[in-house]
């Protein structure tokens, strides 16, 4: 059996004829570039906007931009500081730095990954002007008890919800929470479009003004610019394939959490096998991502037993040579480090079948088996 990572194609059969009849509409009337006057642009933010439990929803041309343009939105730049989770993707970090702020990083949460409260404390000092807590694999961030720092200290919070579309807690969805949230639409997201796209969702009334001016030149009407802003604007396109998948989101993350209890079922017993725990809310799995000592053996293990498997994300930012310049050691986030040698991302989507984890599970499970063995016969020698 062959079990792919993901396969983005296994939902075409459902949604194809639509986007195509949606692709034809923009071709015949050449409205390619979506901005605020697009059909179909229109028609997601608001879509989309009400999916969130929020006011606003402004569509941009992918998820690093939505979070460059919350930053340049909320003036934080040069002189400002940025408080971030050390595992999570350098986009994250880019968009800090693409507006001349400074990165500070602060160590995870050793059962859940996302980013440490407390962590977060010892991070603050008077030049902190907002947290981006990542809600890394479809798990939320501790966001309740972020919210009520941010509040003692009177600094912004920004969701990094790239891959957390529909995670929820008490009845309030990712992106609804703090000031700000950037969402990814990245093919192999929850909700992908056929290309790059993302969206800045906001409750703030003047942010979403001033997001939407920024987005598009610095203008609200043509050849009128109140602003130094930029082209982030989002394809009508992309647009149209988002309208279509948007009403299957909901039952496509109950797939993926059916997929992922039916994985903690059959790896719940073996002992060489660190899960994901929940601390709160309902996650939507956007990965699948367990520990396990013997990472590198296990990936080729798996691999040659037509199995794909992915590492999200290898190495902690600021060992990386990009974050080099920032100042920071081995051993100075000693949590992440050890998490993120062991972790390994499982097959997820939506379309995934049962006997498809089942062979996943008993792969690794014979795999640890083996292991153990190994272990085992070299303490008798």
Known sequence: MQVSFVDITKNYPDIRDNIHRKFEDIIDTAHFVGSANGKYTQMFESQFAHFCGAKHAITVKNGTAALEIILRAMDIGAG???????????????????????????????????????????????????????????????????????????????????????????????????????????????????????????????LAKKISILRDHGSARKYEHELIGGNFRLDEFQSAVLTVKLPYLNTWNEQR??????????????????????????????????????????????????????????????????????????????????VQSEIVSLPMYPELSKEEIKYVCRTINAFTALMGRKAQARKQT
């Not at 003692?152 to 949230?181: L, T, Y």
């Not at 956007?286 to 199995?307: A, G």
């Open 80 to 206: 400002d500081e940025v408080i971030v989770p050390v595992n999570t993707f350098i986009a994250t970090v880019e968009a800090i730095a693409a507006v001349g702020a400074q990165i500070v990083f602060a160590d995870i949460d050793d059962q859940t990954y996302v980013i440490d409260v407390d962590a977060v404390k010892a991070r603050i000092t008077e030049r902190t002007r907002a947290i981006i807590p990542v809600h890394l694999y479809g798990q939320l961030a501790p966001m309740h008890d972020l919210l009520s720092i941010a509040s003692q200290h009177g600094i912004r919070v920004i969701e990094d919800a790239c891959q957390a579309h529909g995670a929820e807690d008490d009845s309030k969805r990712a992106g609804s929470f703090g000031d700000a949230a950037a969402f990814s639409f990245y093919p192999g997201k929850n909700l992908g479009a056929w290309g790059e796209g993302g969206a800045v969702i906001t409750n703030d009334d003047q």
């Open 257 to 338: 959490r059916r997929n992922a209890a039916f994985y903690m079922e059959l790896l719940g017993s073996n002992p060489a096998v660190t899960l994901p725990v929940v601390k709160q809310g309902m996650p939507v799995w956007h990965l699948f991502v367990v520990r396990i000592q013997n990472r590198i053996e296990l990936i080729d293990y798996l691999s040659k037993h037509d199995i794909q498997t992915g590492v999200h994300y290898p190495t902690p930012l600021h060992l990386t040579r990009a974050c080099e310049g920032l100042g920071y050691h081995a051993g100075d986030f000693p949590i992440a480090e050890k």
